[in-house]
């Protein structure tokens, strides 16, 4: 949020308006997203309802433009897609049934985007990542996601995809298990600053 003061301001013009609206607006939210959350948690047994500690500040680095969260939105639904039908052509319907799209729910602030099963009924946390580029284009990961990664490696997968054609929600996927420290590389591009 920004607040512009012009130069005969001598208090703080609307601000504590401003903060008020802002935090109401963030408590009804996170209220609404609680309560969906929890029953979907009563239901499908999500493996970490209260997973909470690192969300606090982690913001998601992917750039917030139209055309990427479409494509992102693109790349989750077909891998959603892809774990259900192999879930079904193993047998596992059951499990198909419960297949979470977890991003949808929380937005960013479960470390994860879809949760899944393996045939044999062990929980997958999935992080996808979409380009239309080569299998060696970058794409972005926040904080949260990496520690996510790290704390239930046991669980977690990611899902690289590529050369993705969001118009046939086609393109090549790379699965990858357990931290993703250990088989990515990170390089800083984007830092929080403040005023010293």
Same mark, same amino acid.
């Given at each position: ?6 130069? !005969? ?13 802002? !935090?109401?607006?963030? $408590? ?23 997973? %909470? ?6 913001? %998601?680095?992917? /750039?917030?433009?139209?055309? /990427? ?16 039908? !192999? ?8 499990? $198909? ?12 602030? $479960? ?43 046991? !669980? ?8 993705? $054609? ?31």
């Amino acid at each position: 949020m920004c607040c512009i003061y012009s130069s !005969n301001d001598t208090k703080k013009p609307q601000i504590d308006f401003l903060i008020a609206t802002v !935090n109401a607006y963030a $408590a009804r939210k996170k209220s609404i997203r609680h309560r969906h959350h929890r029953s979907i948690s009563r239901e499908r047994g999500h493996p970490w309802p209260h997973y %909470r500690q690192l969300q606090a500040g982690c913001l %998601r680095s992917r /750039e917030s433009s139209i055309g /990427e969260t479409d494509l992102g939105d693109a790349g989750e639904l077909a891998v959603l897609k892809m774990e259900r039908q !192999n879930l079904i052509d193993r047998g596992r319907a059951d499990l $198909a049934d419960n297949i979470v799209h977890i991003s949808q729910i929380e937005e960013d602030g $479960a470390g994860y985007d879809s949760k899944s099963y393996t045939h044999d009924g062990d929980v997958k946390c999935i992080e996808v990542e979409i380009t239309k580029g080569g299998l060696i284009s970058s794409c972005y990961v926040s904080k949260l996601e990496v520690a996510f990664s790290k704390k239930c490696f046991r !669980n977690y997968y990611l899902y690289r995809s590529y050369d993705f $054609a969001p118009e046939k929600s086609q393109g090549s996927f790379l699965v990858k298990k357990g931290k993703i420290t250990d088989y990515c590389e990170f390089q800083p591009v984007k830092y929080r600053v403040v005023l010293k």
